[in-house]
């Protein structure tokens, strides 16, 4: 490996700034990555900018190349883990003086991506909130007691991932029916926020810095009935959701005759594969709840993609649909969605 | 009758059969030519109606002002109100000659449209505020929905006043159209409010007719409000002493309060009392609580020269977020340079296990400070949990003193008391279990302790764990647990790892599993000795386990983060 003792850089704009951080962070060279970013500091860069164009940036060119195979799990971790230490440098480095309300920033149930959010805490200390940050995967009740106890002005919830929309829902529900807006966010809400709408939110922001500028005014908004949105889904979802082990059950037992070589598989090779089905039902069950099938044929592209990345088949995933198709005959709404993801598999 | 009649003159008075019917009528009628709009007739019920209007006159300048107009601007219909009753009037015509003005008294018709109107209007605003006061526990969201909804439907501002704690009274107002705001007030000044000292020493409420609206203190609003025209002090009563006051003032030289105000602001004032009581309330116990937490809570971890330490604690129940599974560091003392920590599970939940943990973690402290070795501590403790006289419980743990050796190399002794072995994270990515073994603490007098050392080379990382991670059920069928076989394989894919990164790691990889909430305590608690040269993370070897393949994904999408 290069010696990565470059001269340390002034601004943003240096060529290369973002693949020496980049490196330093994919090594796992928590030293390199700080140095990077207090000298950025040091040289009058804001730390917004620092946050937003060099961490947040960098985080997703490692989510690229992790989904192209270029980069292993362990790596992943170990740069979001260097990330989260170069931003509680930057933080360390500003302090500013809380001027507007209080608010409360979490990550919803079976959410683990904290880093978003954790730059979002950042920017909104920055801009004189008085934050709370709950961290990654916080329970409903436990988000619920920490309004009772604090009386925040805001909520910022953070979901990645379109099939914790369900569990969203009822802790958008439960803060706004403790008085509490919520404003929403994080590429799990769906396009432009559209899923956010559908579970009652107050807002949505598509990154922090639009979310700064959307506290900033006009806030709080007026809360109307929390409970007018509090049920969604119809009876397939909660078939599916109640059924989910017998449909992930019986499609692994399908796949065995089908695929005799799993027969063979180890432990950890079955329990990748039941994760798999259950995600086909997961995701299949959230667009169920928010009624709208782009949660699953976003998901079956992806996942083809991801898979092409590793060489593996889409006959594997069109397997997988197939045998969850099967089971679901009864259920009209849930074949058209299992539908168009197949067409999506096409295209 | 034929009023064309050549017969009729059109002044004539009226024929005496004509007039009985007219009169016998209970519509009020005024009968009037078209040409030049004489009243030629007032009926009986139009005299009591409208008591000196006599034939002879001119609809068009009678003293009713809606009557007259409608007459010159030849409208069929008017409202009016004449000696305080509400009139409303239709014009039919009678001929070609003359016209009629029906007139029908709709006062207490209209009287109790209002009332039925008022009525509504207040069971909607009650209804509301009962919602929004019983929605939250917090005190200050509790006196902002008061002002919010007191100011939107009682009156042009509002302000709570709180009793005064050690001579600082607390104070939310709202002024309609402006933004809350809220401070202290020295309790002396009070009394410059007419009728606060009152409302917050729990005496009946004065009547606004009784408050000098001119009294009132610069302070209590903004320059901006102007004069107060009239003032309401309503007590918010709480649990048997007022929760505290709410003043609400209308500018304006004819403002006022009506009876029906104040009985509106007394209703809503018992609800807001007892939502902000029940706040305060709350509010006492979570401070209670959170001063007892304070020493039951995981500490925060040192990071000694050379070793690196790693916490993670999830408590089943968020209430007091502390239970039966705990972690402490015990730092060095004069005679001995090494770090002792300890993981253990006191059997049960909730707060009575939280008090034993207590107790256990300073046992464990004492004997620390007297050099005792992990096989001692947990013999000791052993004894002393027999001893005592409430036990009923038992415990698990591990004790590990940890000592830095040669080249970056940590050294751990540990013994364990009928807890599971810890699981150390090899540079090649292997897992296994320290051998130690050892009996329950606090069930038999005499416990058998093997204790057993183990040395970390840089980068590798001994795990210790409580049995929530390994008996959380879930995979396919929802019941099935975790395991430690599981356990094993997820520490192996962290190799490589910031040690934080892999504790986190092993906790999504379990909270995924559960899909859901954990529903036990789960304690976790790394040592590693920190990676003297860079990661050798490049080479990445990705073997495709399932026909999805999506086995190294387990839930990171981050591809599609913003």
Redesign the interface.
Known sequence: ?TVSTTTPPRSLDDPGVGEQYLRLV?????YGAVEIVTALLDNGVPPARVMLDLI?RT??R???L??A??????????A???S?RALGAVAARSSVRPTRGRITVACV??E??AL?VRILGEMLRLDGWRVDFLG??V?G??LV?H?????PDAVALSC??ATRLPRAHAAITACR????PVIA???GFGPEGRWAQRLGADAWA???EIAVHRLARDWPPPID?PYQAAFLGDDEYTHLVRH??DL??TA?TR?TQA?PP?GR?N???H?????????VVDFLAAALYVGDEQVFTDFVE??AA??EA???PPV??Q??LKLMRDQLRDYPAAIAIIDAGVAALRR | MDTRSPAVPVLAPASALLRAALDAANEAVLLCTAADHTIVLVNAAATALLPGLEPGASAALCPLPGLARATTEGATLFTDEYRGRRLLGHRRPLGDDHYGWYLQDTTDEIARAEAYEAERARTVFLAEAS??LS???????CLR?TVELAAAHLADAAVVVLPARRRQSEWMRLVAGESVEQGTLRESVLGEVPGLEEALGGFPPIPSRWLDAAQVPGWLLPESFGAVGALLVTPLPGNAEPAGALVLARHGAGAAFSAEDEMLARIFAARAGAAISAAAL?RDQ?DTTAILQADLLPPELPQPEGVELIGSYQAAK??LRIGGDFYDVFGPVDDSPETVVVLGDVCGKGPEAAVLTGKVRQTLRALRLVDADPAAMLTVLNRALLGSSRQHRFVTLVVAAISRAEYGRVRLCLATGGHPAPLVLRADGTVEAVPVSGTLIGVVPRISVRPAAVELAPGELCLFYSDGLTEARG????AEQYGE??LR?ALA??????G???V??VR?LV??WV???VRDDIAMLAVRAP?RT??S??E?S?V???????????????????
């Open positions: 490996m994919g090594d796992g060279d928590e947040a985080q997703s490692v989510g690229e992790w989904a195979n270029d980069w292993s799990i362990a790596r992943e971790h170990a979001t883990a260097i989260e149930d079976g683990w991506h978003p990654a995967s329970p009740p436990h007691t309004l009772h106890q604090t009386g990645m991932l029916s403790v008085g509490v966010g994080g590429p598509a990154n922090a009935d989910r082990g992930v059950s692994l796949l695929y799993m598989y432990q950890r090779q329990d990748a594969t039941v994760e798999d089905l259950g995600h992806w996942t991801v898979l590793r060489s593996v594997a995933l397997i997988g | 919602r929004r929605a939250s526990l917090n005190q200050r969201r929905t709350y979570v968020d209430a995979g396919a069928s929802g076989a599981r394989d894919s962290c190799a490589g790892m910031p934080a990164a892999a986190e790691r999504q909270s995924d899909h859901g909430g990676a860079k990661l993370l490049m990445t990705t495709a386990p399932s026909p999805f393949a999506i086995d190294a994904r387990r839930g990171d999408r981050r591809g599609r983060s913003r």
